[in-house]
């Protein structure tokens, strides 16, 4: 079975960061893309950041430009998004999400994590 497993959401201040986990199983990272998407209270759900399988080529939301970094470590089986300087308007259900092949955001995506709250306020 294809399962996907988030972590490392929390309450956090301005400014501060986080480092989310998605811990996969069911699947390998050199044969399936992984993307980090959030949905914010009154919004739809977006695209934050990609990795793409197979290069590892990232993508990212221009929103998180420059303040969020995603990665993987293939022998672990975990993709982690880096979240540094954080605003309130990152507050949002983080939820990480996996496509067989090389892809980008824009792709459909086909397996789910059930989400992890992060909440930026002071």
């Known amino acids: 079975q294809v399962r996907l497993v988030e972590s490392g959401g929390d309450l956090v201040q301005p400014g501060g960061s986080l480092r989310l986990s998605c811990a996969v199983s069911g699947l390998s990272l050199n044969e399936y893309s992984i993307g980090w998407f959030r949905q914010a209270p009154g919004k739809e759900r977006e695209g934050v950041s990609c990795?793409?399988?197979?290069?590892?080529?990232?993508y990212y939301e221009d929103a998180v430009k420059g303040r969020f970094t995603i990665s993987r470590d293939i022998a672990k089986s975990t993709v982690y998004l880096q979240m540094n300087s954080l605003e309130p308007e990152d507050t949002a259900v983080y939820y990480c999400a996996a496509r067989r092949g090389m892809a980008t955001c824009t792709a459909e995506y086909d397996y789910w994590g059930q989400g992890t709250q992060v909440t930026v306020s002071s």
């Open positions: 990795i793409s399988s197979s290069d590892g080529s990232t």
